[in-house]
């Protein structure tokens, strides 16, 4: 139990389109699902935190305009980036928190995002 | 107050050896302590989890330590195994619907 899937794992766009992630939580209910952005041999950076049917929270300096968040039922979550830049190329992540527990989180595979 | 102190950045051990990392942290108010393994271009998997009511948890081969009042907890990895070569997290949060706060990381590497 408790899995998490992202899709793409892997996207290649061009400089100034936009791309959109989805995290889905398999087989639970998460009224909460946060996203992240990892850089490589670095830790787990923050973004934003999304609530089921509300607008998600940013953490500072990352700019909700660029990164927009989207929990639009129980089990799902969307990240789109928009007007990708090449220093946006990173690993996204996206964790799920069970509607039942509040403590525990689950992440998802991860989307390897490259601006060209 | 809000970050969490992980050590070493990384750790080469001897297969058949025993690892260990350790965090340390500030904010008294948290209360949930959970580990994460990430393989190279995988996803954080979660490994084990502790609350402060205990001061140890053992699930197979892997064992959280945790000490209250010196405000630490660290990973224990018994019988370490090629495998077992990854990357781990500590993490820690308070009660309610907050995000996690992470360590740094570890790089493990289990040598034959």
């Known amino acids: 139990g408790a899995v998490v899937s992202q899709h793409p794992s892997r996207v290649i766009c061009k400089s100034g389109t936009s791309v959109k992630i989805e995290c889905r939580s398999l087989?639970?209910?998460?009224?909460?699902m946060f996203w992240y952005r990892q850089f490589p041999k670095q830790s787990l950076m923050l973004m934003a935190t999304?609530?089921?049917?509300?607008?998600?929270?940013?953490e500072q300096g990352v700019e909700k305009d660029k990164f927009l968040i989207n929990h639009a039922s129980l089990t799902l979550s969307t990240l789109t980036v928009t007007s990708a830049h090449p220093e946006d190329s990173s690993f996204y992540i996206c964790?799920?928190?069970?509607?039942?527990?509040?403590?525990?989180?689950?992440f998802g595979p991860g989307t390897r995002l490259t601006v060209t | 107050q809000q970050q969490v102190k992980q050590s070493p950045q990384s750790l080469i051990v001897q297969k058949g050896g025993i690892s260990i990392i350790n965090c340390a942290y500030e904010?008294?108010?948290?209360?949930?302590f959970p580990w994460y393994q990430q393989f190279p271009g995988k996803g954080p998997a979660l490994l084990i989890a502790?609350?402060?009511?205990?001061s140890e948890k053992k699930e197979g081969r892997f064992t959280i330590s945790f000490n209250k009042s010196a405000k630490q907890f660290s990973l224990h990895i018994m019988d370490s195994q090629p495998g077992d070569s990854a990357t781990y997290f500590c993490?820690?949060?308070?009660?309610?619907?907050?995000?996690?706060?992470f360590g740094k990381g570890t790089r493990l590497s289990v040598i034959a």
């Open positions: 964790s799920a928190r069970p509607a039942r527990t509040s403590y525990e989180q689950y």
């Open positions: 502790i609350r402060p009511d205990v």
């Open positions: 999304s609530n089921e049917g509300s607008k998600a929270t940013y």
């Open positions: 904010n008294t108010a948290f209360d949930y």
């Open positions: 993490a820690a949060s308070p009660s309610g619907n907050t995000p996690l706060v």
């Open positions: 087989d639970f209910q998460a009224t909460t």
